[in-house]
């Protein structure tokens, strides 16, 4: 299947400005992207879709494809990595580019590795899958999490709460049913159907399943530092 590989890259962030383009052990999340897919040998044509000129200028500088910068409405809420990835496939087609798969890889999630986008390619082909996403377990299980008794939860005083899951709060963890959380790293799908569909969540939904400490997507200062220091554990080999 001819293959694109998407690494969406706005230039703006709310909470850690700049982040895509901000450089972890000397290269920046969007050049781990980057660098992981080209290394896997399954990502096809790697392209960054951006709406940032210095975003652009680094893109090119590393060796990815940028057919075209996109609108800035695509950077701001609502809109999302579906619609930026539609969008992308759209004006390919109109170029006369014409692909089967795709692979999202989003940068904020730089401890992903080219073993975990091969793999999760591998099962994708072996399960005849229309879409995959990569998860990790959950640290503490959901069905254990309480909840405010009152709806107004910016109201201090209101210290009473109840089990979310009242068939499930007095079990031990290990009778729980393990479950999963989307870590933002490698999104597989056949274009046909997420065309139609529109997207990439919809069932049935195959999963790729990674470690915790290579499934950090980063969005505060906090979850920086946490992936910066993983990352050195990694390349001092003492997480392999």
Known sequence: MKTLTIIPAKGGSTRLARKNILTMHGRSLVQHAYDAARESG??????VSTEDEAIAKHAIEIGAWL????PFNLAIDPAGVETVALYCLSELEKKGYSYQKLIILLPTCPLRNAHDIKNADNIFKESKASRLMSVCEYDHSPYSSWIHSNNNIDNKQNTEIKPLFEQHYQKKSQQLKKS???NGAIHILDIEEFKLTKS?????????EMPRDRSVDIDTK???VYAEWLMAKNLTGELA
């Open 42 to 47: 399954v990502c096809g044509d790697i392209m």
């Open 180 to 182: 999963y959380r989307c």
């Open 67 to 70: 057919p075209f910068l996109r």
């Open 200 to 208: 990439y969540t919809k069932q049935p939904l195959f999963c790729y």
């Open 222 to 224: 906090d979850d920086w």
